[in-house]
């Protein structure tokens, strides 16, 4: 797949060519979209969203990682559906704060309030690390998932959640920290290579 | 040695690879000496490491755009726009004169609903303005009419000075010449913007729209042809519009026709009218009582209208006139001469003439009367003292009894007792009250 000639094409109009593009990438934005949002349907309507917009703006973009730009677009997507659940609040997952921000320590999750019929649910790594994800502010989620699990560089998740770079260093840390702490609950999902001698760290 | 979340920070930059030589070398003999920091490292290293683990999803299914999500139109043919552009502006026009027509009859009638009026001041004292309504009105049939009144208007005038010794004599065919100058008739509205304008407008528009419409659909559908695309069809709202502008084209159709069917009358406004020999000029309205003896009025054809005249000495003719007394529009005069004035009038044998002569006419031409109507008069003692008026008449001048004017002949309601007299006649003229003598 000649990229760069897709997108010209696709600049040109090309909805063929930008389809190309579309197959493509379409399981790297849609894993993105999934977890950011946790919700298969949502997740697919994000990436549906975030094609069509990438279409309509892709004069915007001016050449680097057609990647990274594309994830913009997934990212500017989640939030719009992320607002749209906020104007339309259905069963909140998260325990938020007044001020939105998830509170602080998300032990509650890891080891006290969790019911055993919970936990068998979550008897999967997967839906752990995604449990413990959703555990994360919105902002926090976006950095990790694209660092962690769609490899992007700093500057590339800068440019695609529009933050500075020494915020998004330091969201990733934190990031990483708190969920490292929460999959401890998950001890035994975890593959042997992981468990942990000692408790989590205190920061 | 205590761990700060700036050392976090940095131990997660280190495990990407983001920090620079000199940081590296900080922190990796930190690392060597700090067991604190080592566990941290360690706990971020899990993280990132098990976030790997995660699986990757499959797409549920291609999120490739249709051109409908991308927004792409199939571009349109260069004809296409100017057909919907002349098809708008053919609309825009047609609605424009549509309610220009509408509004022409709306504003005359209102224009005439506060009609400007003067009362004459005293009988023909200013030519100009008896003279000047005749003008108005139209050539053709009216034409003799106007001729005589047109002739009248100057002896009408030196008879002021001396009109006690005017000597009046009342005959048919001298009716006109002693009536004032009539008003206007109700002109009949011209419509501003002929209705095969507009008819060609509404065409117009409807064509092009449908050649537009046509256009589209066709480019349209070879154009997903050619890119594969399964054609969508109509979506609910462009059926909506579709079918409103169809509303729109036929109601003004239809609105159209109507204008271009139907006859508005201006009801014209009224004049300021000077009376030969009268008291006091002035228009007369429906059920107001008149003391002037002269008054001209307006008969619509689907419209009745009443008259009456009262003089000083109590004398009151009331005339009725139901609906379709006339077949057109047409103004009436009545003129009640003064009761000085001597009048020639042929009456039965045995009879008298009783209280005043009247004048009903149409004008400008005599009409005849399809639905009678009722003419009452109210008379005084004074009248009758010396005749019995249980037997009175409405006679017409030449003395033919206006009871036996209609096909029917008419029954005369005689009230001696409030001295009344109803009747319905079918002639216009001049009549009088007549009765024989005691």
């Known amino acids: ?203 | 040695m205590t761990t700060t979340f700036h050392d976090a920070e940095l131990l997660s930059a280190y495990l990407d690879g983001k920090l620079s030589p000199a940081e590296i070398s900080r922190i990796e003999s930190r690392l060597k000496t700090d067991p604190e920091l080592r566990l941290v490292i360690e706990d971020l290293r899990q993280a990132r490491a098990i976030l790997r683990q995660l699986p990757q999803r499959r797409a549920p299914r291609n999120f490739t755009l249709t051109p409908k999500m991308a927004g792409i139109k199939p571009p349109l043919p260069r004809i296409f726009p100017i057909f919907q552009f002349a098809s708008a502006i053919s609309a825009i026009l047609l609605i424009f004169t549509f309610a220009f027509n509408l509004s022409a009859p709306i504003a005359a009638t209102m224009q005439a609903a506060a009609p400007m009026y003067t009362a004459g001041k005293g009988g023909g004292s200013d030519i100009g303005p008896a003279a000047a309504p005749s003008d108005l009105m139209g050539a053709g049939a009216a034409a003799p009419t106007l001729e005589s009144q047109r002739n009248i208007a100057a002896p009408t005038a030196a008879a002021e000075s001396a009109p006690a010794t005017t000597e009046m004599s009342i005959t048919a065919d001298a009716l006109p010449t002693e009536l004032p100058a009539p008003q206007p008739a109700p002109q009949i509205i011209h419509l501003p913007v002929s209705p095969q304008v507009q008819y060609l407008l509404l065409g117009l528009a409807a064509l092009l729209g449908a050649a537009a419409f046509l256009v589209r659909a066709q480019t349209e559908r070879n154009w997903f042809k050619s890119h594969a695309v399964q054609p969508t069809g109509l979506d609910k709202n462009q059926m909506l519009l579709l079918l409103a502008g169809i509303m729109l084209a036929l109601g003004l159709a239809a609105g159209v026709y109507w204008l271009a069917n139907t006859t508005f009358y201006a009801p014209a406004p009224l004049q300021p009218l000077t009376f030969p020999g009268g008291d006091k000029g002035g228009p007369a309205a429906s059920g107001d009582k008149n003391t002037s003896n002269a008054g001209i009025f307006t008969l619509s054809p689907d419209m009745g209208y009443n008259y009456s005249y009262a003089d000083n000495a109590g004398y009151i003719i009331a005339i009725d006139f139901p609906a379709g007394t006339f077949e057109t529009a047409t103004e009436v005069a009545f003129y009640a001469p003064p009761p000085d004035q001597p009048a020639s009038i042929s009456l039965p044998d045995g009879y008298l003439f009783a209280g005043r002569i009247f004048q009903v006419t149409p004008l400008p031409q005599l009409l005849p009367v399809l639905t009678p109507y009722t003419i009452t008069i109210y008379y005084s003692d004074a009248d009758v003292a010396s005749i019995a008026d249980e037997s009175s008449l409405l006679l017409l001048v030449d003395g033919q009894d206006a009871a036996g004017t209609c096909p029917t002949v008419s029954i005369y309601e005689r009230f001696p007792e409030p001295n009344m007299l109803r009747v319905n006649v079918c002639a216009t003229g001049s009549f009088t009250l007549a009765a024989p003598a005691k």
């Open chain 1, 1 to 203: 797949m000649d990229e760069p000639a897709l997108i010209r094409n696709a600049q040109n109009g090309d909805l063929d060519a930008f389809n190309r593009l579309v197959l493509a990438y379409q399981d790297i934005i849609y894993n993105t979209t999934l977890r950011i949002l946790n919700d298969p349907d949502q997740a697919a309507d994000a990436a549906q969203e975030a094609f069509i917009s990438a279409f309509r703006s892709i004069n915007s973009y001016r050449g680097g990682s057609f990647k990274a730009w594309l994830m913009r677009t997934a990212t500017n997507a989640c939030y719009d559906e992320l607002r749209r659940q906020k104007r339309r609040p259905t069963v909140p997952l998260e325990p938020m704060s007044d001020d939105e921000e998830e509170i602080e320590a998300p032990r509650w999750l890891a080891d006290t309030s969790m019911s055993p019929a919970e936990k068998a649910e979550a008897d999967e790594l997967e839906h752990a690390i995604q449990h413990c994800l959703n555990a994360l502010p919105t902002d926090f989620r976006a950095v990790v998932v694209l660092a962690d699990i769609q490899g992007l560089d700093y500057t590339e998740i800068a440019a695609a959640i529009r933050t500075p770079l020494g915020t998004i260093k330091s969201r990733l840390a934190r990031a990483r920290l708190r969920l490292r702490e929460c999959l401890q609950g998950f001890w035994e999902l975890l593959p042997a290579s992981f468990r942990l001698e000692s408790e989590s760290p205190t920061l």
